[in-house]
């Protein structure tokens, strides 16, 4: 990563802890108390995507906290230093930030008898999780391009 850090280096640092943020709050505190995230809009209900989409939102929430966040919140730190392993920590967690929307609008779509969301989350969900995609993309295509050989 080279020293100058311009407009595009902190969209990616302020979008990145925006979604450490977001993470945190979703993900980790369902692993505490899954009702708790629940209660504030954070996960879905077992009546919107059953036990089974249960056991795997807890999945995504442990994988993501044990390796997703530590990824962003090291990456953050090092791109912030100029260090070549935050650069490649981000990347790692930019990959992630493309994987798991993509999975996420598939699953909501492909079978819409086992997933039931409230209606909103059909207006939602796209919006977010498309976002949270160009995100990866765009982060991958900006360090490629603006780090050194």
């Known amino acids: ?35 708790l995230a629940l209660s504030l809009g954070l996960q879905e209900s077992e009546k919107e995507i059953g036990k089974v989409g249960i056991a795997f939102a807890k999945g ?11 990824l962003l919140v090291f990456g953050i730190l090092g791109l912030l230093k100029g260090k070549k392993w935050g650069t ?3 990347l790692g967690a930019l990959g992630i930030s493309i994987y798991w929307p993509i999975v996420h ?3 909501i779509y492909i079978d819409t008898e086992a997933i039931t969301l409230d209606p909103e989350k059909y207006i939602s969900f796209p919006i977010v999780l498309s976002l949270i995609t160009i995100y990866g993309l765009w982060g991958i295509y900006y360090l490629y391009k603006n780090s050194r050989d």
């Open 60 to 70: 995504f929430a442990f994988g993501d906290t044990i390796f997703y966040v530590p």
């Open 88 to 90: 490649v920590l981000m």
């Open 105 to 107: 609008l598939y699953a």
């Open 1 to 35: 990563m080279e020293n100058k850090k311009g407009f595009g280096f902190w969209v990616l640092i302020i979008v990145s802890i925006v979604l450490v943020v977001f993470l945190i709050i979703g993900q980790t505190l369902s692993l505490i108390d899954y009702d």
